[in-house]
């Protein structure tokens, strides 16, 4: 009892508490609950009696007026739990739980609130089933019979209502809300459908778009009363109801749609699932649409015949009309269009985002939809910046819209929406063209703003972004659009408008991508791509000269949008056909300044294409694809304004590389663009007219009339110069020379390296020129640096370097000569001279300090600093004035102008322009050759002043000139045709200004005498250059040689003819020491001699460069050489034997060869027989004379005896092999000849090839008696007198000795001799005295000497060697054992095959004179002239027994004759040594070692001795032929064939033909001479 009042007590105080708490908040209304819980769920477990819990629930009922609807709900609860009960108590104690409380709660409430069973148990209703059927029907009606109208026609009088009220006038003070009333009230009196009512409101607003800011508010007030999905799903229905394959969208729908998305009524997400098509069918359709151009591009490029061409063209217009056809609605796309061009850019830009990239804008209404909104957003920046000047331009509003993208303002701003517009846009950008020149003149404003200095850093950051966002735009829209674009030139002009402002690297990266990556990004371009290539096609198979105007119209045309394609067909084409390039330069003239940039890409990419080989197959030649770009390159940058920075930078990229090949496209821009021409080609008298002023050189030095070319030349010199590229151009080219050899010619044809080579310098020379033509004082002076600092820091090689220096010596004396004249005004020539050398010191002064560097301080001992700097530094244009030239021109000029007269047809206008431009050209051309003529005077007359400084010579003048040849002459004669020219010039001038030291014949001697080094070790062009410089040479000497009076005004008595070269410290002498004018003619005989021989070895070695340089060298001094008939005859057949070998060989050296035979043919009227060349002296009286062994020519070897050698080189080759051991032998034996004597410096021919001539006399001569000879040689070898005997009696002939006795009064009159030498003149003297009465018995002495030495000769070659030696000691210098040793048993081929080894021996060993001493040789020219005219008449042996009997007489009388002669002689002699002998000793043993060294003028005994074994062999061989040489042209063929046929027939035959001939010819010659003479040459025959 006590527990139930407490519970009761308990829950009326709750309850109390709870309900005083006026505050309805959760917490209270959930605690009463709960107590009334508890309470009530006390009485139904049994705790507390039902009655006991009504009376407190009656008292707790009032605390609250809800607290019935509280109690119904705890009651619905316990319902619930105990209904699920198995205890049957509970269930009733709850049951009269409720009938106790029925009072307190409504019965009303219960009935919502209880279980129908419940209520029934509780008496509430009957039964249950009915009260559930009953609350069925009640709810049916309630909620599922319909109250509101779907259709219109269920409720016309309410719809009409509404569509009267929206369709209003709107235009007043009615405003959304107003409506919306009006709506609310309509729908609940007429039942109308509320969805009904918003799709009926979305009808209006589509018809009536122009009140956005009244139906915007309506939809989104009324939005309020439906769910947030109904708006979405009215709009998918519509969109629905349109998508059969017949229906289409309304675009009033789409506005609508793209309103409220951007009014977020309504979200993308959710509409974009209702719109057709799927996201897969377009990703697929665009997949299609790439198939298809692919297939459109594989058939443009297959070759169809034309039948079937239209068959094809009919199908795909078939397929066409098809997709035209088949094209559904796309309802995104409408949606997007409507978003664009209301300004939603957010929604427009999520929606491109789920298709392919530029699959919207591929579809014009979108493309045209998006460059409005564009145009819109920048119109405000591009009123400010972008209008031209002048321009008015039509302004566009802005959209009314506050939601569409904020206009820009400033650069900053079109960073934010515009360049993501237009990236969207792409290629599409094509469809407006404003815009598109819109977008480019906002670039060109940002390009001027951006280079404009003064900005801070962050604005510069700013701006580097904005810059490279401009590249991306230009990149990926503006270059695709043009593209797309049908021939827009006017845009193409636009564009270059911001292009120029662009560094030319970024605008070739452009080029670049847009030629090779753009064209494949989109379907549309890959097709534009395949059609400009076929069209390109079309036009280049029909372009020819004549119809180049409508063939560049079109391609003109279709450049405009594509040039990137049409240049790179253009050019393959070039490529592969050169012919095309005159016509394909031609009509490039329509094209824009945008396509002549993109044509100088296409070029340089074409030149850098790694596939292409840059060799042809052969690598020898360079490809002729890239010869073919060359010329084109040349071609089109002179006639159009093609920028030049691009492609002199790629060259100089490639050379920094070590890549010389491309300087071919360097060569031709400068020849094109300058009018500098490098060829080796050029004849004398352009080359005289390159010697000349500017407007000669243009007129006379060229071989094009290259005019017009000063705007060409002039945008030449400013790409080198803004880019920095002059000086680093030639640089690179002056040490790629080198490179070419030794870096890039490792694995190339030596053909290939020397025409890389020769393109190379020739390219260096060429620029050069340019540079010095071109630029002025200033800008050369700033960009060439010093002449040390170029070799010694660039490594430039010192002839690049002067050549590179010297325009800029020539600037600085012009300036500082023009300073001096303006300071003081004098008009003296004296003064204007004094003045000139003046302004020469103050320049030249720091350049001979500079020139020290270069070399070893050892070189300045022979020449000074200011000789070499005024070799280098001059040209020339300095040192003649080509009067000839300037002549030439102003004649063709009055020829022209008389010409112009003359013609009747040509208007009188034209006629008056062409002779006043006539006139002026002639009175240039007379003042530059007077300005010249005045520049030349002052030149010489300083270097007059100079030359005293010139030539040191510390050491001796042969060394000095060494240094000369080998530091000026050599590398500058090679470095171009001028310079070759300049070279002789400069040796004539200074001999002619008797310049102390210099030895003139020394230095031709040296030039002429060995050329075989410097010719193989040329290119081909230095061959040529080389050439030109050995003619000039040859020119002088020879137009000395032609005169007497020439030769004594220009050589008589100037220091370079003196003989005796002593060293400085000995200089002057006498007339006696001059050389006189027939030795001088000997001396030039020598010349041509050693010429021939080179040559001779050089066709001869086999080796592709020695052959080609030495017939290029041959073709060049062809004018002066040969000019000796037989030295000619002797060329001519080795290069007939050329022509034969090389014909299937290598035919370049066929073409060569034949080339010059056919001109030496020509020239063979000209020649002359060697006798008229140089004169022979008339025999002495005396018939015996003293030889002079040891004279200083006593080395020499008769000039005119080289002729045979030469010729019996020719025997047959075939022989080769077979004698190789034997003629080897024979060289031996000279080579330990010469060994043995170190001081001979013999050049002048072989010993074996003569010792044929000798064998076989000595044939016919031992015929029948030889057993008899044998004995009586055995019996006076021992004595004295034959020893002298050995050296004169045999080898020399009679004749020769007496002609040498007149040789030794001569070169006793010039050289100072030796005691020991006057001993050895003694003994040749006795020896000759003797000689008569032991003749025969010495003749046949040698003879068998000969014979047995044939017999040892092929089984014992070392020992006849050291016999050979044996008696050179025992004898004193004996020449006749040596002589016989070299006698071989051989034919006469076999002969000439050892002489011409031995001769190739003596090449490599360097035993010629060459290097030694000119005079020498002339002294032997001297002796050996004289000796050749006995020769003759001494050699034919008469065969006759009668013969020799009755001459036995004569001969008693010439010996008396000889011996009178001789005691006169002897005399004269003695006198001449007292005379001598002082000066000799007073000479001090190594000056005189030194001076034999340097021209051989001392002789010692010893030296001569050591020399006349080896030497004497020579001379005797070579004297006996000199018989062939004398015969008729006819008697030398014979002498030929009967070589040829020597091995076969057999001896005795020709033995006696031979010596007919030879009688004969002996008569005809002895005609001239005494008849005393005559007597005693035919009287020593007989004895013989």
């Given at each position: ?109 219960l ?11 509780l ?58 009333e ?47 999905q109904t708006l ?72 169809v ?17 098809e997709?035209?056809e ?82 820009a ?7 934010k ?7 969207y ?23 001027k ?43 193409s002009e ?37 059609q400009t290539i ?5 036009i ?175 945008r030449?010199?400013?790409?080198l ?30 053909k ?87 302004s ?10 500079a ?52 013609n ?103 030039v ?44 008589g ?46 066709l ?127 060289v031996?034996?000279?080579n ?128 006849v ?23 071989s ?36 020219e ?113 002498s ?49």
């Open positions: 009892m006590r527990f139930q009042r407490n519970v009761i007590v308990s829950g009326v105080q709750l309850c109390r508490t709870l309900s005083e708490n006026k505050s309805h908040d959760s917490m209270g209304f959930r605690d009463i609950q709960q107590a009334l819980y508890e309470l009530a769920y006390h009485v139904v477990r049994g705790n507390l009696k039902h009655d006991q819990a009504s009376n407190v629930l009656g008292d707790v009922i009032e605390f609250r007026e809800d607290m019935p609807s509280i109690l119904a709900d705890v009651f619905c609860i316990l319902d619930i739990e105990t209904s699920c009960l198995e205890e049957k108590s509970k269930r009733d104690h709850f049951t009269q739980l409720v009938l106790a409380c029925l009072y307190l709660v409504s019965d009303t409430v009935k919502e609130r209880l279980d129908p069973e419940t209520l029934e148990s008496g509430l209703i009957k039964q249950s089933q009915q009260f559930n059927q009953k609350s069925v029907k009640i709810k049916t009606k309630l909620f599922y019979k319909q109250q509101k109208f779907n259709l219109l026609r269920e409720e016309n009088e309410g719809y009409a209502k509404l569509i009267a009220e929206l369709g209003q006038d709107l235009s007043g003070n009615i405003t959304s809300d107003l409506i919306l009006n709506i609310k009230s309509l729908i609940g009196c007429f039942n109308l459908d509320p969805n009904r009512v918003l799709d009926i409101i979305l009808e209006v607003y589509e018809c009536r778009p122009e009140y956005d800011d009244f139906f915007v508010p309506l939809i989104e007030s009324y939005m309020y009363m439906c769910e947030p979405c799903h009215i709009l998918g229905f519509k969109f629905k109801f349109y998508q059969d394959p017949s229906g289409e969208t309304p675009s009033s729908l789409y506005r609508v749609a793209a309103v409220l998305l951007q009014h977020n009524l309504i979200d993308l997400e959710d509409l974009y699932v209702h719109l057709l098509p799927g996201d897969n069918a377009i990703i697929e359709e665009h997949r299609r649409e790439i198939v298809e151009a692919k297939q459109i591009v594989r058939k443009l490029t297959m070759v015949l034309s039948s079937e061409k239209t068959e094809e063209k009919e199908k795909e217009k078939e397929k066409e009309e997709k035209t088949k094209l559904p609605d796309n309802q995104k796309l409408g949606l997007l269009e409507a978003l664009l061009k209301i300004g939603d850019w957010q929604h427009a830009q999520s929606i491109m985002d789920q298709m392919p990239p530029f699959y919207a804008t591929s579809h014009k209404p979108i493309a045209i939809a998006l460059c409005q909104l564009v145009h819109v957003t920048i119109e405000p920046l591009y009123r400010r910046v972008g209008v031209p000047k002048g321009a008015k331009g039509s302004p566009i509003s802005s959209l009314p819209n506050k939601r569409a993208p904020k206009q303002d400033s650069f900053e701003d079109l960073r929406e515009v360049f993501n517009m237009l990236c846009l792409g290629p599409h950008l094509s469809h407006d063209p404003i815009l598109f020149a819109k977008v480019v003149r906002l670039g060109k404003a940002f390009m703003e951006f280079q404009s200095d003064g900005s801070k850093q962050e604005d510069k950051e700013k701006m580097e972004i904005l810059f490279s966002c401009l590249l991306s735009i230009t990149d990926q829209v503006l270059l695709p659009s043009l593209s797309l674009m049908d021939c827009n030139a006017c845009m636009e564009l270059w408008g911001m292009f120029k402002t662009f560094p030319y690297q970024y605008r070739y990266r452009l080029y670049g991508q847009w030629k090779n990556e753009t064209y494949n990004s989109h379907p549309l371009l890959v097709k534009v791509k395949a076929d069209r390109a096609k079309y280049m198979k029909r372009l020819t000269k004549e119809n180049v105007k409508p063939s560049g119209r079109q391609i003109g045309k279709l450049s405009h949008s594509n040039p990137t394609i049409l240049f790179d067909y253009i050019l393959s084409q070039i490529q592969k056909y050169d012919n095309l390039i005159t016509p394909v330069v031609d009509s490039l003239k329509y094209l824009t300044s945008l396509n002549y940039d993109v044509l100088a890409y296409c070029i340089i990419e074409a030149l850098a294409n790694p596939e292409k080989e840059r060799m042809k197959h052969d690598d020898t030649t360079i490809s002729s694809w890239l010869q073919s770009l060359a010329s084109f390159c040349g071609a089109v940058f002179r006639k159009y304004p093609i920028e030049l920075a691009g492609l002199l930078q790629y060259v100089a990229n490639q050379l920094k590389a070590g890549k010389s090949f491309d300087l071919l496209i360097l060569k031709e821009v400068v020849q094109k663009m300058a009018g500098i021409e490098i060829t080796e080609e050029m004849t004398m008298e352009q080359l005289e007219a390159m010697t000349g002023g500017e407007q000669l050189k243009a007129e006379g030095g060229y071989f094009g009339q290259i005019r017009n070319t000063k705007k060409s030349s002039q030449l010199k400013d790409a110069l803004d880019h920095d590229l002059a000086l680093p151009l030639c640089l690179l080219m002056a040490q790629q020379r080198n490179g070419v050899i030794f870096q890039e010619g490792g694995e190339k044809h030596l290939l390296v020397g025409k890389l080579y020769d393109q190379c310098h020739d390219t260096l020379v060429q620029f050069g020129g340019f540079l010095a033509s071109n630029l002025s004082t200033e800008d050369y002076i700033k960009r060439v640096p010093s002449i040390d600092v170029l070799c010694n820091e660039f490594h430039t090689p010192h002839d690049a370097a002067f050549f590179l220096s010297r325009p800029m010596y020539a600037h600085h004396i012009s300036s500082k000569y023009d300073e001096l004249k303006k300071a003081e005004k004098g008009n003296k020539q004296q003064h204007k001279v004094h003045k000139y050398i003046t020469c010191e103050l320049v030249m002064a720091p350049v001979h300090d020139v020290i560097s270069l070399h070893l301080p050892k070189v300045w001992d022979d020449i000074s600093p200011q000789f070499y700097a005024t070799f280098w530094s001059l040209t020339m244009y300095d040192l003649a004035v080509p009067h000839s030239s300037y002549d030439r021109e102003v004649n063709k000029l009055k020829v022209q102008m008389k010409a112009i007269d003359d009747q047809e040509m208007p009188p206008n034209k006629k008056k322009k062409e002779k006043e431009r006539c006139t002026a050209l002639q009175d240039k051309l007379l003042e530059e050759e007077k300005k010249q003529l005045e520049h030349v005077q002052r030149v010489l007359q300083r270097l007059k002043l100079e030359k005293d400084n010139w030539l040191l010579a510390k050491s001796t003048k042969n060394e000095t000139i060494t240094k000369f040849l080998q530091l000026c002459i050599f590398p500058r004669c090679i470095f171009s045709a001028i310079d070759a020219v300049y070279c002789a010039h400069f040796v004539e001038l200074v001999h002619q200004q008797k310049t102390p030291n210099f030895s003139t014949l020394l230095c031709y001697d040296r002429f005498s060995d050329i075989i080094y410097t010719v193989a070790s040329c290119t081909e062009n230095e061959a040529s250059r080389y050439g030109r410089f050995l003619c000039c040479m040859l020119e002088t000497v020879t137009r000395w040689h032609s005169d007497r009076v020439i030769y004594e005004k220009e050589c008595n100037y220091p370079g003819f003196l003989t005796i070269l002593r060293a400085t410290g000995f200089d002057g002498g006498n007339k006696a020491d001059q050389l006189d004018y027939e030795n001088f003619r000997h001396v030039v005989h020598k010349w041509h001699y050693k010429l021939t021989k080179a040559s001779v070895h050089c001869e070695t086999g080796e592709y460069t020695h052959i080609r340089n030495i017939l290029i060298v041959l073709t060049k001094i062809l004018p002066w050489y040969p000019k000796v008939l037989n030295l000619g005859q002797a060329l001519e057949r080795r290069v007939h034997k050329i022509c034969q070998e090389e014909k299937e060989k290598r035919p370049d050296l066929y073409a060569l060869a034949m080339g010059y035979s056919g001109q030496l043919k020509s020239r063979k009227p000209f020649m002359i027989p060697e006798n008229e060349f140089h004169h022979k002296d008339p025999p002495a009286r005396n018939a015996v004379a003293a030889t002079v062994q040891n004279g200083p020519g006593g080395a020499g070897m008769p000039t005119s005896l080289t002729i045979n050698t030469v010729r019996l080189e020719e025997g047959t080759t075939e022989e080769t092999d077979k004698l190789k051991e034997k003629s080897q032998g024979v031996k034996v000279i330990k000849a010469v060994n043995a004597a170190p001081k001979v410096t013999t050049s002048n021919g072989n010993s074996a090839s003569n010792s044929k001539i000798i064998k076989e006399k000595d044939d016919k001569e031992k015929s029948g008696k030889e057993k008899e000879k044998e004995k009586k040689e055995k019996t006076p070898a021992a004595t004295p007198e034959m020893k002298a005997l050995g050296k004169d009696g045999k080898d020399k002939p009679k004749e020769e000795r007496a002609n040498k006795d007149e040789k030794a009064r001569e070169i006793k009159e010039k050289t100072p001799k030796s005691d020991k030498e006057k001993e050895k003149v003694k003994k040749e003297e006795k020896a000759s005295k003797e000689e008569k009465s032991k003749t025969i018995v010495t003749i046949v002495e040698s003879k068998s000497t000969a014979e047995k030495e044939r017999e040892k000769e092929p089984s014992r070659e070392r020992d060697t050291k016999e050979m030696k044996s008696k050179e000691n025992a004898k004193g210098g004996e020449k006749m054992p040596v002589a016989g040793s070299l006698k048993p051989v034919p006469r081929s076999e002969t000439s095959e050892s002489e011409r080894e031995q001769k190739r021996r003596k090449v490599d060993t360097h035993s010629s004179p060459s290097h030694s001493s000119t005079v020498k040789d002339n002294l032997n001297l002796k050996d002239s004289s000796a050749k005219h006995y020769i003759n008449h001494t050699t034919p042996t008469l065969s006759k027994s009668k013969e020799r009997e009755v001459d036995k007489k004569d001969l008693d009388k010439s010996r008396e004759r000889s011996r009178e002669r001789e005691k006169k002689d002897e005399k004269e002699r003695k006198d001449r040594k007292r005379d001598h002998s002082n000066s000799d000793r007073e000479v001090p043993q190594d000056s005189t070692k030194r001076r034999k060294e340097e021209n051989g003028t001392t002789g010692s005994s010893k030296h001569s001795k050591s020399e006349s074994p080896s030497d004497s062999p020579r001379l005797n061989e070579k004297e006996k032929e000199k018989n062939k040489s004398k015969s008729s042209g006819k008697e030398k063929g014979d030929i064939k009967a070589e040829k046929m020597e091995k076969s027939s057999s001896g005795s035959k020709k033995e006696s033909r031979h010596d007919k001939e030879k009688t004969e010819k002996k008569e005809k010659r002895d005609s001239t001479g005494g008849k005393e003479e005559k007597k005693h040459h035919k009287s020593s025959d007989k004895h013989r």
